[in-house]
């Protein structure tokens, strides 16, 4: 591509992103970077089998995520039976596209196998037993399915984190076999996109919003998110959706602990669970 021609791409998809009044001065630009700038999720899939070998790619392209310590304390399963989907679904809000999706990936924050190996050599991991465990565990889960999903964007697939998947955590454990020391942190849908799902870039809040140089700042945040409210309104109209404005839709999810869909009581869900997050 000549550079003029990547500094039109790269104006088009950081306008996709921010909006015309927004975009930002950037200094580099590659096929990479164009793909994670379009990144969108899709919440409508066709049925069609994923090729052969697409899970182990994914498999493989997560586990070479950067992972605290190379302590790997994550896991990932593979749900392709229809009835574990829809089961799973209905503990998810009833989202349809767990159903619709040839590939479900539970992302699992892990502790377990680090325990057994602790087990197995007669030593107490009596770290394992704070909160920062049950965090890394996490964070290396959500770096290895973000990886996931750049590669499964690479190969014209699409996908859509689950979130609701904590709703029900104990359920979903029970369902998928999950030993004490873990949680099934989100899932993610993986397909190929039907034809009628929405799939535009859904915009983000001004780079100044959340960039920050040498220090935290708020001084422009009222008017930025004033910008951003409206970028969003127009997203939302054009989309059909219930809330027209960022703001409205943080404080309504925010507002209220009941929006959390069981999630709320997921400290103490935690502790049955076996993770003591001292
Ligand atoms: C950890 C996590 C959990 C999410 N859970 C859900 C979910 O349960 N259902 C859903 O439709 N989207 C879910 N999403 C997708 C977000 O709504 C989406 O990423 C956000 O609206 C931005 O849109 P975009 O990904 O198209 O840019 C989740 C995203 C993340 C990162």
């Not at 890394?136 to 964007?153: C, R, T």
């Not at 997203?235 to 404080?251: A, I, N, Q």
Request: glycine fraction near 6%.
């Amino acid at each position: 591509m000549k550079s003029s021609e990547m500094q039109t791409a790269a104006n088009d998809a950081l306008a996709k992103r921010y909006g015309q009044k927004a975009i930002p001065t950037i200094g580099g630009w590659n096929e990479t970077i164009a793909l994670l700038m379009a990144h969108r999720s899709i919440r409508a899939y066709r049925p069609d089998p994923l090729p052969i070998g697409t899970l182990e790619t994914l498999a493989a392209v997560a586990q070479s995520a950067a992972t605290s310590s190379n302590m790997q304390m994550w896991s990932m399963i593979a749900v392709t039976d229809q009835d574990t989907k829809a089961k799973i679904a209905a503990a998810s809000q009833k989202q349809k596209h767990i159903e619709q999706c040839p590939l479900f990936l539970v992302f699992v924050a892990d502790c377990s196998r680090n325990r057994r190996l602790g087990d197995a050599a007669d030593t107490e991991l009596a770290s394992l037993d704070y909160f920062e465990s049950f965090l890394v565990a996490s964070i290396d889960a959500a770096l290895a399915a973000q990886n996931a999903v750049v590669a499964a964007e690479s190969l014209g697939l699409s996908t859509v984190y689950i979130g609701a998947l904590r709703n029900q955590p104990l359920f979903i454990a029970e369902l998928l076999g999950l030993p004490k020391g873990t949680l099934g942190v989100f899932g993610l849908c993986v397909g190929y996109a039907d034809e009628h799902a929405v799939n535009e870039v859904k915009p983000r809040l001004p780079q100044e919003a959340v960039l920050f140089h040498g220090r935290y700042g708020v001084m422009q945040e009222k008017d930025l998110i004033a910008d951003y409210d409206q970028e969003m309104g127009a997203f939302s109209k054009r989309h059909e959706m219930s809330d027209d404005t960022w703001s409205g839709r943080v404080l309504n999810r925010l507002s209220n602990p009941a929006n959390l869909n069981g999630r709320d009581q997921l400290a103490s869900i935690l502790n049955a669970m076996g993770f003591k997050l001292k």
